[in-house]
């Protein structure tokens, strides 16, 4: 059964908290350009994140980094109880910005991954978490600033936490056959995605068939092999997009792309843009940030 005990919106950031005591693993490929919080109260779950399957325990908290690949799965059967955070860029980035010691994008491009609290810790988080959804729930005057200074409040604890300790944030890789292979062959493609390669020959390289390489690749991923390098790629492009004055025939070739209109239309499938509009696009929100 799943019980769905609030899912709460506010402006620029989604809150829900879920209970699942049944088997329960996602099922669709799943990365967004919101930034991710993930608390578990109770239970246990895998969790893959970009090239690695971790295991999370109670208490724990995950970060997502904005455009990180990532799917829970269940360990064992057994049932869990999790908070979730999405959050927009804007408006966080606007408030963090006045503390001149904070902000979202650094946070998460040095913190992303798993974090586990001792029990006075674990009181303190949950504490803030809950008085988030209470301020969305409720939303009284002003609730936007509580909800921003709370979430400042996590984040400030998770930094704290970080400088007082040589490891923190752990990366609890779970190992098993499968998770290995699959974890070198994610890392191989993020790293050689310019390469061409087909499914065939990534499937010889690892010495293993196609089709189990297949199997195991989506059960732990959630995506199939292709999809997975497709996307390597299409965030890759982003970036030659917004940083260089290449042309869309360049970055398709520097992407591994042999065919233009291919990568265009795989392009539009990860952006709902062409690669030119989503240059355009960039370039506008750098104007109207400036």
Known sequence: ME???????????????????????????????EYEIYYLMEG?????????TYLVKEGSLVFINRGQIHKTATVNKVPHDRILL??????????????????????????????????????????????IAKELEYKAMSYEFVVMGKLSELLLLVMRKY????????????????HDI???????????????????????????SRSYLSRIFKEI????VNEFLNIQRIKAS??????TGLSITEIAGAIGY?????????????????????RKKYKEGLMKND
């Not at 065919?259 to 990860?270: L, M, N, P, Q």
């Open 221 to 224: 991923t959630g995506l199939t």
């Open 238 to 243: 982003q970036e030659y997009l917004s940083t």
């Open 44 to 52: 246990e779950r895998y969790y893959f994140i970009e090239k690695g």
């Open 182 to 208: 699959v974890q070198e062959v994610a890392g191989y493609i993020a790293e050689n995605y310019d390469k061409g390669e087909s499914l065939n020959s990534i499937a010889k390289r690892f010495f293993i």
């Open 86 to 131: 999405l959050i927009d860029e804007k408006p966080f980035s606007e408030f963090f910005a006045l503390t001149n010691t904070l902000t979202l994008n650094d946070f998460f491009r040095k913190h992303w991954g798993v974090i586990t609290f001792d029990n006075e810790e674990k009181i303190k988080v949950e504490r803030i978490l809950l008085d």
């Open 163 to 178: 400088e007082s300790s040589t490891l923190p944030f752990t990366r609890p890789t779970v190992s098993s056959k499968k």
């Open 3 to 33: 019980q769905i005990l609030y899912d709460l919106n506010g402006t620029g950031i989604v809150a829900n908290r879920i209970i699942r005591d049944y088997e329960y693993t996602m099922e669709q490929k799943h990365f967004h350009q």
């Open 258 to 278: 042999d065919s233009i209109t291919y990568f265009e239309k795989v392009f539009r499938k990860y952006n709902a843009c062409t690669p030119l509009g989503y």
